[in-house]
């Protein structure tokens, strides 16, 4: 594979960034923070390139799958593609605390919650607050989407308010309904479906956040804007 400008395959190009093969159809960008991910999978989606059929952004990475892709020409593409996102988010016009919501052009969602979560009371006492002011600081928590993982439509949501950086639980549910919102180390996330987990639950919504009758299905895609309101 030949590198392209910046970027070599297999080892770093800028500070913490690289492309590597991934498997024979694919590329996956080492962006070297969630901001520049953002940026790279805004970039992608909005001029898709040529043979490209899938954009998977990561917590520090995007996947780029495209078996019909020239690799060189590609690859190329994305060395260049990458320094402009780094670019915009080190740009003093752009602070790189705010680059990762800007990837969001406007979309912005409300999540009504009741907080009544099983966990709200234990969340209380690890972090040394009250409950109300554990719904206090969650609200007010200013959320970005930062990856989809662990089941269709999860949404890792970054922006907690560190007071309520407390740990999952030590034995997992074996089911969580879907619609409880819940926190877990720095996240905080919506459950799309019925299904296990450790997160900490502080209540629920009706807001369907994965629904495979809708385009797109996910209703929180990276770069989205959250704001949980009681």
Same mark, same amino acid.
Not at 63 to 92: F, H, I, K, M
Not at 153 to 168: M, Q, W
Not at 208 to 222: E, I, Q, S, Y
């Given at each position: 594979?030949?590198?392209?400008?910046?970027?070599?395959?297999?080892?770093?190009?800028?500070?913490?960034?690289?492309?590597?093969?991934?498997?024979?159809?694919?590329?996956?960008?080492?962006?070297?923070?969630?901001?520049?991910?953002?940026?790279?999978?805004?970039?992608?989606? #909005?001029?898709?390139?040529?043979?490209?059929?899938?954009?998977?952004?990561?917590?520090?990475?995007?996947?780029?799958?495209?078996?019909?892709?020239?690799?060189?020409?590609?690859?190329?593409?994305?060395?260049?593609?990458?320094?402009?996102?780094?670019?915009?988010?080190?740009?003093?016009?752009?602070p790189a605390k705010n680059a990762g919501r800007a990837t969001a052009a406007g979309e912005r969602?409300?999540?009504?919650?009741?907080?009544?979560?099983?966990?709200?009371?234990?969340?209380?006492?690890?972090?040394?607050?009250? /409950?109300?002011? /554990?719904?206090?600081?969650?609200?007010? #928590?200013?959320?970005?989407?930062?990856?989809?993982?662990?089941?269709?439509?999860?949404?890792?949501?970054?922006?907690?308010?560190?007071? %309520?950086?407390?740990?999952? %639980?030590?034995?997992?549910?074996?089911?969580?309904?879907?619609?409880? /919102?819940?926190?877990?180390?720095?996240?905080?996330?919506?459950?799309?479906?019925?299904?296990?987990?450790?997160?900490?639950?502080?209540?629920?919504?009706?807001?369907?956040?994965?629904?495979?009758?809708?385009?797109?299905?996910?209703?929180?895609?990276?770069?989205?804007?959250?704001?949980?309101?009681?």
């Amino acid at each position: 594979m030949t590198g392209a400008p910046g970027v070599t395959p297999g080892r770093a190009g800028r500070t913490g960034t690289a492309i590597r093969p991934a498997g024979e159809h694919a590329l996956l960008v080492e962006t070297g923070s969630l901001e520049v991910a953002h940026r790279l999978d805004a970039l992608l989606r #909005s001029d898709r390139p040529a043979g490209v059929e899938e954009i998977v952004p990561g917590p520090e990475t995007v996947l780029v799958v495209a078996p019909g892709a020239d690799r060189s020409g590609l690859e190329a593409l994305l060395s260049a593609l990458l320094r402009t996102a780094s670019a915009s988010v080190t740009s003093p016009a752009s602070p790189a605390k705010n680059a990762g919501r800007a990837t969001a052009a406007g979309e912005r969602v409300e999540i009504p919650v009741v907080y009544d979560g099983e966990d709200l009371r234990s969340v209380a006492e690890l972090s040394g607050l009250t /409950v109300d002011e /554990v719904v206090a600081r969650h609200a007010a #928590s200013e959320f970005v989407v930062g990856w989809l993982g662990f089941a269709p439509g999860f949404a890792y949501l970054v922006g907690l308010d560190p007071a %309520l950086h407390v740990p999952r %639980l030590d034995v997992p549910r074996t089911s969580v309904p879907p619609g409880s /919102v819940a926190i877990a180390g720095p996240y905080s996330a919506v459950y799309p479906s019925a299904s296990p987990g450790g997160w900490r639950l502080l209540g629920r919504t009706d807001l369907r956040v994965w629904d495979v009758r809708a385009d797109p299905p996910a209703l929180l895609p990276p770069g989205t804007l959250v704001r949980f309101t009681p």
